[in-house]
């Protein structure tokens, strides 16, 4: 510990480190003085504990087999580096490396950084990497959170996990039990391995036969090599190596696994050159320029796989033959560009692809030459290039039109291919003209030959990809397969292929005499499963269930379409969006929609999914059946009418007249004196009652609203004429529990409100009658006074009488 520099005087060991010691390197440089080692030595052999947190161990020359500048061995052997360089370190044979892992030992990466060492063969073998853990006599283990291993130049580059060779691991392994399943295995979180040259396979990381490997994090950035710029993968299963050994046993052996969950493949370059990798020397070099797979054991479900680049296939990834297979999380296959065949996927002769209904894949605006939209007929397939099968039972394309978050996919063929034995353009034109006029090819299922393809994707699934992608394809490039390229097979996403379909036609239909509509109109598709719409309770604005006694299924199921819409639910979702106008006839069909949902990767038969579409107004807005909406300079009223077969297929009609002129009319009562607890009101067109009664009372606050009344009937003359009357009203006066009202209506304002209103009449009392007028007997009319005075006093007894009854019963 300190600033401490060690400079190498002979060929041995610098530093050794027993079983059960430790070192701790901090701020000690250590300079080879480019010396070279004796055979089998290192210049830190560690069989216990090193950590290195600062300084250097550099200019170390070696020229030795089996060896590393630190060699980390045996199973209670570790080596954490949290800092420091090993950097500008020169070797020159086989099974060394800068850092050697083996026997069963482990490496953990935190910081620092291997770099710019050269390692050379000896003769025509190479087996060298800057970095090995190796599955020899044990396993052992790398693990990568931080830290950087750039710009070294090895036979395996930045990294090799497993075996140098197949056969050299089974020498050292299969005499000893113990050893005969030994692996290495690596497992990156963070860091970075970039700009580092292989000869052969895996510029920054080869993983092969015994090896294992989990990506999680971290970035392989700017590395070359033949096979594999970014990652090298191979199990050896081809090669002379295998012998007579079955597949399943080999398998055991050289599992060679690797599952990449999250982190960035960028930049990467498979480059094209005279060299053949050892073991497969007939294997095309210049493939797979981010990842090449020649395992059954790989499983990509996130990462970004960007900007990398092949001299012949698979600017992004390639899978090398059968039986290999590459298994593909929810996958986004964008933007990559192909100067000959297939800018997104290109299959060989040998190659197959499968793309899963739900969670597989969605392939958009990818380039084959310089693309469709420029005609450029050099090439074909701006998004899937397929050539012709060697054995069509066993090889096959099938591209399912359900992309991710369900949004369709629209496929037509782009170019034609010919029948050399990698296939090239030859010379058709391209979409749209390939096919007059083009064809929607819907779900693609087991298509063996020749097929050169364009997907058209609406801008809101493009989004929809993009939101819920986990593994990103984008900006490779390649002669054939600009972002995938296959011999092999690739499998995108787990559920189903195969899947029961139905279609749907929609038609736009205006008024026979309307020449001013809109010259186009958008329809969104959208779907929902029967059991949804069967669990929805309509409600009204307060929340409130609304009596539905009486309804048509179709009118309950628009009701409740239209609820589940307004209320923003994602059980209701939108899957496409089209336009229609002059140039298609007002017509679409939408192709190979999935009949039923999906429950555990199976379909419920019991449970369809229901098809609807819906138009898009000027302002963007989805009008709902039977409303009105603006388009261009016209208010519309739209329509739609579904006839379903028993098939499941569907025709779906959108009728749009131009609106006439409606009106609403508000009414509120009003009280003078005592209220009623409710009254009830009828409307009337032109004399006629039209619609219900309705009641006033607190509860509506004593105010109703009559909406979309028409203010002239279709031919009539002259305009309608409204008005609304109090039911039990009669010459203006009603009576309400015993009372006498006064009915009073007022004139509908232009606003359409009027008040309708009730004063209450007095009642007669009769404790007060009214009094009589005292007639003046003419004079003379003697009679009369006599009449007067004969009633008086009558009306004097009386009175004395009734008071005599009141004491006696007081």
Not at 248 to 277: D, E, Q, Y
Request: aromatic share 6%; hydrophobic share 35%.
């Amino acid at each position: 510990k300190g600033a401490v520099t060690l400079t190498k005087k002979n060929t041995g060991i610098a530093v050794k480190i027993a079983n059960g010691g430790s070192l701790t390197w901090q701020d000690v440089k250590l300079d080879g003085n480019q010396l070279g080692t004796n055979y089998s030595s290192a210049i830190i052999d560690n069989a216990g504990k090193f950590t290195m947190n600062s300084g250097e161990i550099k200019n170390v020359k070696s020229d030795s087999g089996f060896v590393g500048v630190v060699k980390v061995r045996g199973e209670n052997a570790s080596f954490t580096m949290n800092g420091g360089s090993i950097h500008n370190n020169k070797m020159s044979n086989q099974f060394i490396a800068v850092v050697k892992v083996t026997e069963g030992d482990s490496f953990n990466m935190n910081g620092g950084d291997i770099s710019n060492n050269t390692l050379t063969p000896d003769g025509s073998s190479g087996n060298n990497a800057a970095v090995t853990v190796e599955g020899i006599k044990g396993s052992s283990t790398m693990v990568m959170n931080g830290g950087t291993i750039t710009g070294n130049s090895a036979d395996f580059g930045g990294v090799l996990v497993g075996s140098f060779s197949t056969a050299s691991t089974r020498d050292l392994n299969w005499s000893n039990s113990a050893y005969i399943f030994s692996t290495g295995k690596m497992t990156m979180n963070g860091g970075t391995i970039s700009n580092n040259t292989a000869n052969s396979l895996g510029g920054g990381i080869a993983v092969n036969g015994a090896g294992q490997l989990t990506m999680e994090g971290g970035t392989i950035s700017g590395n070359k090599a033949p096979f594999g710029g970014g990652i090298g993968i191979n199990d050896y299963l081809l090669s002379n190596d295998r012998g007579s050994y079955p597949e399943s046993t080999w398998r055991r052996f050289f599992p060679t696994k690797v599952t990449i969950n999250n982190g960035t493949i960028t930049g990467n370059h498979a480059v094209l050159t005279g060299h053949k990798v050892n073991n497969d020397p007939y294997a095309e070099n210049g493939v797979g320029g981010g990842i090449y797979v020649a395992s059954q054991e790989v499983t990509i479900n996130g990462a970004n796989i960007t900007n990398n680049t092949a001299g012949k296939q698979g600017g992004g990834v390639y899978v090398a033959a059968v039986p290999y297979r590459l298994q593909m999380g929810k996958t986004m296959v964008t933007g990559n560009t192909a100067t000959k065949l297939g800018g997104g996927m290109w299959l060989c002769p040998t190659g197959s692809a499968k793309t899963a209904i739900t969670n597989g894949a969605s392939f958009f605006d990818n380039t084959a030459g310089t693309g469709a939209i420029n005609n450029d007929t050099t090439a074909a397939g701006d998004d899937v290039a397929s050539i012709s099968k060697n054995d069509p039972a066993t090889q096959t394309l099938i591209l399912s039109n359900n992309g991710l978050d369900n949004w369709l996919v629209h496929w037509y063929e782009d170019g034609k291919i010919d029948n050399s034995y990698l296939g090239a353009s030859n010379g058709s034109n391209r979409y749209p003209n390939t096919v007059n006029p083009p064809v929607d090819r819907g779900t693609l299922n087991g298509i063996t030959d020749n097929i050169s393809l364009k997907s058209i994707m609406s801008d809101q699934g493009k989004a929809a990809a993009r939101t819920s992608a986990k593994v990103v394809v984008t900006g490779n490039k390649a002669p054939r397969g600009g972002g995938i390229g296959s011999n092999g097979e690739v499998d995108f996403g787990t559920s189903p292929i195969n899947y029961d379909k139905i279609k749907l036609e929609v038609t736009k239909k205006w008024e026979t005499d309307n020449n001013d509509h809109v010259t186009s109109v958008t329809v969104g598709l959208f779907r929902v499963t029967k059991s949804v719409i069967d669990g929805v309770v309509l409600k009204d604005a307060n929340g409130n269930p609304i009596d539905t006694t009486g309804w048509t299924a179709s009118q309950l199921s628009e009701a409740k379409i239209k609820q589940l819409m307004e209320s923003g639910s994602t059980d209701y979702q939108q899957i496409d969006q089209v336009v229609l106008n002059d140039a298609n006839n007002w017509k679409h069909s939408f192709v190979d929609l999935i009949k039923f949902n999906m429950v555990n990767d199976a379909q419920d038969t019991n449970n369809p999914f229901i098809y609807v579409v819906r138009e898009m107004d000027s302002n963007g807005n989805w009008v709902q059946n039977e409303s009105k909406a603006t388009f261009g300079t016209q208010t519309i009223k739209v329509a739609y009418e579904i006839v379903t077969e028993a098939t499941g297929d569907s025709k779906q009609i959108i009728s749009n007249n131009v609106a006439p002129e409606e009106m609403n009319i508000e009414v509120k009562k009003d009280w003078v004196g005592k209220k009623a607890s409710e009254v009830k009101v009828q409307l009337y067109k032109n004399g006629a009652p039209l619609g219900t009664v309705v009641t006033l009372n607190a509860a509506n606050n004593w105010t109703t609203r009559f909406e979309n009344l028409l203010v002239k009937d279709a031919g009539a003359a002259n305009n309608n004429e409204y008005k609304v009357l109090e039911v039990g009203e009669s010459n203006g006066e009603i009576t309400i529990n015993g009372s006498t009202y006064k009915v009073t209506y007022g004139e509908i304002d232009q606003d359409g409100k009027t008040v309708i209103t009730n004063a209450e009449k007095p009642k007669p009392n009769p404790k007060n009658p009214p009094k009589k007028v005292k007639r003046t007997p003419k004079t003379g009319d003697a009679n009369h006074v006599v009449f007067f005075t004969i009633l008086g006093i009558g009306a004097l007894v009386s009175l004395g009488f009734v008071y005599g009854v009141k004491r006696k019963y007081m």
